[in-house]
Structures are given as structure tokens and as C-alpha cells.
């Protein structure tokens, strides 16, 4: 049996794909299904079918796929040996079709809804998880609502335009417009696969699923994640609870959020040792990927980093456009500016990981730095001028000078 529950007061509900939220508690609810006996599949080449029954679905139809998971997890070792630090590893989902890892969730909440005979799907987002929501709609037929800010760049709506979803930019307050988007949603039939969706969250849990098998069946000792809305971090703990509860694996992760210091309300929370999330009034940051002022999966976040084993920490700008660099020119990983945190927490928190040579570390790289362009200033990026004639010469006392 399957049902909804609110993990903060236990209370269970029949499996609405319309009302993601405790009616007392008002928080997202999560997924929840009767305890049994699950395997893998890892000969199965599609991620659906390998982890079919860890998620939320009972069965999975590879015409309304575009390729989403089997994302390499890939060493950095000359990060490692840079910094003297354990034995590092980027899971790059910038590898999925869309190229970010809201395809997981994407491709199991659409997979769920076409098996509940649901016609119309929706989002509210500025960037990522509309392109991708817009994508999945788009090849599984079924009629797409896109709501965003009417600020939103012409890059971002270009991304989610060409699907040709029916897109539109809404004036107020973006909170406010989430809610909203929800009782839009009941009233028309459109399912919102917002950001903590309960279906959409399950789907983020394969990332956890592939981890485990891409390091031989082993759990790392380090997580890193950015964290936003919640959601993915939500995803990737209940993975390794899946794990732990099924005896693969003996203990779970350490988890290391990672939040801008410019929209870091779970951050600050953490650190004041508080169980709620207090909303910032503005958000000031690059890593626009991941600024959310009021996080709706934030208390969640919270209470499973404080209940489980992890920490929440926030890093500035200039660490983030340093560790994109630093990623970029050393290992040949351009990302968002978003996925960055991951290393710039890394090395924030270097000096007492650096005691534990031998444990795994994994750094969730979430985007392709493709889609955040503007950010990067051409004026530090190092370019020589030759003419022809002078070109042998020139490119002679690179070779010396190196």
C-alpha cells in the first residue's frame, strides 16, 4: 500500500498527487509505502527498471524516457592530491538529458502520472526544473503549464519555450506563486511537479542508488549537496535510509548541505540551533540556482540533518567562483555556479576531513555550467594575441615558460 505521511507528526494520508501537504503541520509530505523485501537490478540498463522497486511506480515505460541517469561518477584526483585530502568523487548529473538532475525527478513523477491517468502537469520555477518539466511533458504528450517570474531572463525562457509548454510569467511574490500553483492545480486538474513534490523527491533518490553501486556497493563516508527548495537533499538521504533498511549498508553518510551565504535560511537555522526556517527577506547571490528565500522542504532538511548525521553550511560568492574555477582547471568539470558550493564546502570544512585519508568523498554536481554563462567574466579568462607570422614564435615560449 502506498500513502503520504508528515514526518513530523506522523500523520498518514491517502496518495493525492494534489495535496502535497500536512493539514495540520502544513508541511510536504513524503512518500511512504508498506515495508518489503527490495532488490536492484543493476543488468538492466535503464535507471527506472534497475531501481523500480525503491521508487514510487510499478512499473516504468521507456517510450516516455530521454535517457535520464547512469551519470558517471567520476575520481578528481588531482583535487585530492592539491589539497592533500581522501579520495574524491564528482556524480556529474549535468550528464542528464536536460542537463541537470531535475530530469530524475521529472521522469518518475510524469511515469506516475500517465499511470494515474493524468492529463496535464505543471511546474512553478525559474529555470532547471521548468526546462526539464517542460522536456519530460513534452515527449510523454501531455499538456504542460509553466509558471514563472515575470523577471526571468530571455535565456531561461528560451530553454523552456522551445517545448512549447504553455508558459506563463507571473507578476507577485514567487512564494506566494508556489502555493498558489497548488490550488490552481486542484481546481483544474493540473498536477504541479513542484520543487518537494513527494513523487519528484522519491525519483532524486536514484542518484543515492548509483552512488552505492558506481563505489562497489559501498556508502561514502561525505556527501556534499547544494541546497535550495530541499528537495534533492531530501532525495539523496532517503536513499541511504533505503539502504541502511534494507541491511546494504551498515551506517549512513555524513550529509553536507551547502547554501550561499547571499539566501541561506536553512544554513542560519542550523547554525542557531532552531527546528524551524525563517524566511530572509532578499536574496542576494550568483548561485541563482539555489536561492530561495523560503525553502518549503527547508524544515524537513532540517530536521533530518539534526535527527540523522550531517550539517548545513553556508559559503560566499568568491568561494563559490573559486571552486568553479578550481573545478574547471583541474579536473575539466564546468558547472554551475550552484554545484560549486559543493567544492567551496569542501574546502571550508578541509581541515577536519583531512584526519580521515582513507574515506570516500562525493560531491553532487547538479548542472552544467552551460547554463549560467553570465556569470563568468571574459576579462579573467586568459587569452594571448598572435599574429601568423609570429605564431610559431609565440607558441615556442609557452613551451619554455611553462
Known amino acids: 500500500m502506498e500513502y503520504f505521511e508528515c514526518i513530523f507528526c506522523q500523520k498518514e494520508y491517502p496518495l493525492d498527487l494534489f495535496n502535497p501537504f500536512c493539514l ?20 538492466k540498463y535503464w535507471t527506472l527498471e534497475k531501481f523500480l522497486d525503491f521508487l514510487p ?28 585530502l581522501p579520495p574524491i568523487y564528482a556524480k556529474n548529473e549535468a550528464f542528464n538529458p536536460t542537463s541537470s538532475f531535475k530530469d530524475r525527478g521529472s521522469a518518475v513523477a510524469v511515469q506516475k502520472a500517465l499511470s494515474m491517468g493524468i492529463e496535464r502537469i505543471g511546474t512553478v520555477s525559474t529555470g532547471n526544473m521548468a526546462a526539464s518539466t517542460a522536456a519530460y511533458g513534452a515527449k510523454a504528450g501531455l499538456k504542460t503549464f509553466v509558471l514563472v517570474k515575470e523577471d526571468a531572463s530571455s535565456e531561461k525562457l528560451l530553454s523552456i519555450g522551445v517545448h512549447n509548454p504553455v508558459l506563463v510569467l507571473a507578476k507577485g511574490d514567487y512564494g506566494q506563486l508556489f502555493y498558489k500553483s497548488f490550488d490552481i492545480g486542484r481546481k483544474h486538474n493540473i498536477y504541479f511537479i513542484n520543487s518537494v513534490d513527494p513523487i519528484r523527491i522519491e525519483g532524486y533518490k536514484a542518484i543515492g542508488f548509483e552512488i552505492f553501486l558506481q563505489l562497489n556497493s559501498q556508502a561514502p563516508r561525505y556527501v556534499f549537496a547544494p541546497v535550495s527548495s530541499g528537495g534533492h537533499l531530501i532525495g539523496l538521504i532517503r536513499a541511504f535510509l533505503d539502504l541502511l533498511q534494507q541491511g546494504q549498508i551498515q551506517g ?3 550529509f553536507i548541505g551547502i547554501q550561499a551565504k547571499g539566501c541561506s535560511p536553512i544554513a542560519r537555522a542550523y547554525r542557531l540551533g532552531k527546528s524551524k526556517v525563517e524566511r530572509i527577506e532578499k536574496a542576494e547571490t550568483i548561485a541563482h540556482s539555489i536561492s530561495n528565500p523560503d525553502p518549503p522542504g527547508g524544515n524537513i532538511v532540517l530536521k533530518m540533518i539534526q535527527d540523522k548525521k550531517g550539517k548545513i553550511i553556508e559559503v560566499s560568492d568568491e568561494e563559490i567562483l573559486n571552486a568553479q574555477r578550481i573545478l574547471a582547471e583541474l579536473e575539466g ?20 576531513i583531512k584526519n580521515n585519508i582513507n574515506d570516500q568523498i562525493v560531491l553532487v554536481i547538479t ?8 556569470e563568468l567574466e571574459l576579462s579573467k579568462i586568459n587569452i594571448c594575441h598572435s599574429s601568423l607570422s609570429k605564431l610559431d614564435e609565440k607558441m615556442k615560449s609557452f613551451i619554455i615558460h611553462k
Open 24 to 43: 495540520d503541520c502544513k508541511e510536504p509530505l513524503l512518500y511512504q509505502y508498506s515495508q518489503r523485501k527490495r532488490a536492484f537490478y543493476p543488468k
Open 57 to 84: 511506480i510499478s512499473e516504468a515505460n521507456q517510450n516516455f524516457s530521454l535517457g535520464e541517469g547512469n551519470t558517471p561518477l567520476i575520481k578528481l584526483n588531482r583535487l585530492s592530491e592539491k589539497f592533500k
Open 252 to 254: 549512513l553518510p555524513f
Open 333 to 352: 568539470i564546468f558547472c554551475l555556479p550552484a554545484s560549486a558550493t559543493t567544492l567551496a564546502g569542501l574546502l571550508k570544512l578541509s581541515e577536519e
Open 367 to 374: 548542472g552544467s555550467g552551460l547554463k549560467s554563462m553570465k
